[in-house]
């Protein structure tokens, strides 16, 4: 069990790659945790739970909402659970942004730690200290950022993802190539999801290159200042999509990096769109999508990275090279409008 | 309008004592702010809010909960707040704790500041970066660490408030006096409310000398590891008792130091539990108070200065000079019991 030690700007979080869920006695002190998870990760892992403190939440983004938090919070009095308890989120991103945001309020603050089950919590969710929740149509619209004190990367999972989850968890790795590695792009050109799905190795390797992007960009940009703002390449539409159409998370950002990589043509001149596209759904992914854009529009317009009447876009000079470009609200709406 | 600013972990507060709510446009830019306040304030000072963006939330303790947080967000999103708006809290500490922790929430984090117009706020509400809100019975349960960018007071409210309310914000000026300032605790002897209800200066300078006791705690211990412990002598029974008997918080406070005076004479052998009531009560506020002890103990233990087994009890050595002492939750019980 190999830890590496992260620093952010006031914590630091350890990291297990590669790992398993039954070292983690060896990390905390399992006496004094509260699990959260959800039915299908309690149900198909029933004895990993046994003899703890569990919170069971019903799976889906759906749920990712202040009525689940509230849920939470009243469990969390009947265990009694104080300071001094330490929340461990054990799932894909809804159960590790749920518990994250739980950790970081109940009273004030207690520690927490993650175990990432899905590709997509494994590459990019359960990293960078982002938590929080929804409301309604509004994506992590509530939230804070805050570090967790560990995270505990659950190989044994992986086996029992089903496909679709893995189409999800391609979704930010190759958003990841597309705004910081376009050697990675390459590698994923030449093969499909189907390739990594047999490969225990190399799949192993992609998601702790990929965690890596991500933890350097956090490091660096823990506030999203600057750097940081490069990974919701395919966010802004994709959210705006997401809980309006029920598509999942990996389908709505693989649609908003479609769009995104027209408006990079569009502003910046990329000539790479088709082959975004290729990529996409080589790994099983949704591109063109009709959609109400007046509707999407309206959701849009609140993205976190608007400043008053001006939009942070995510586009991509070339593969590779994510920018941030201010576009002009009333700019943005005809752009969206003529996609 | 002089401005003093106070450093903190990792921001600063900019304070302006003795001041005025006409000030505040010299202070941020009033167009990208939303205030928030409630009835009662907005109904007295009309024309404060001329022309501005107000969110009026309903007025007591009662509301600071979470559904008056959803209500906020809502608006917020109506308002189309995004991360360069500023929240201005203005009122006592029901509306500065909520407004802290939607500011420290909404889209992970937005700037704050509070224009505090009840004593107990001037003197401690406002202070300290700690925001939350209640779940039921458990106060502050729920929440975050985090300090506003300033702090203006507004000295024209203090006129209209209600005797009720300086008894209120009395409650934590003897608070300090019996933890830290034994000088302060002479004068106060001395005098009763009515004494600085009718002299504007005298009443300038404690509300100045008190926050800058309260401030100075929490510069060396922000994060409550170890001295700031001590500013919640009074609050743990109070706090138990607060909502269950919807007492006001100076009222639950004050019972809570009386018992907490006696509980120092137990094991601290304290000798001026006499001195503590009597000033209380030359305050106009209660001391003795007739409360179901199992009902409240059972809240009692969920304070927040539980660790595990042991509650870390505020307690005085004398007066000016306050302790933190464990006591067994079992031996507690017992206290409780024969109080």
Redesign the interface.
Known sequence: MGKQTYQF??SATDFYFADSITHLKEIIDVK?AVFITDENIFKAHLKRFKNSKVIILKPGEAHKN?ETV?SI??QL?AF?A???TILVGVGGGVVTDITGYVA??????IKFGFVPTTLLALVDASIGG?N?ID?GV?K??????KQPSFILHDFSSLGTLPETEWHNGFAEIIKHACIKDAAMFKELQQHSFKYYFSKKKETALLIERNAKIKLKVVQKDEFEQADRKLLNFGHTLGHALENQYELSHGQAISIGMTYASHISEQLLGFKQTEAVVKTLEQYGLPTYFKFDKAKVFDVL??D?K???KEMNYILLEKIGKGVVKQIPLNQLEKIIQSL
Chains 1, 2 share one sequence.
């Open positions: 700007s006031t004094h202040q509230n919070i009243q009095i009694e104080d300071r001094k970081s309020t109940y009273m004030r603050g982002k929080g409301i509004y992590n619209i509530v939230g804070v950022t317009k609140m976190k608007r400043e008053r």
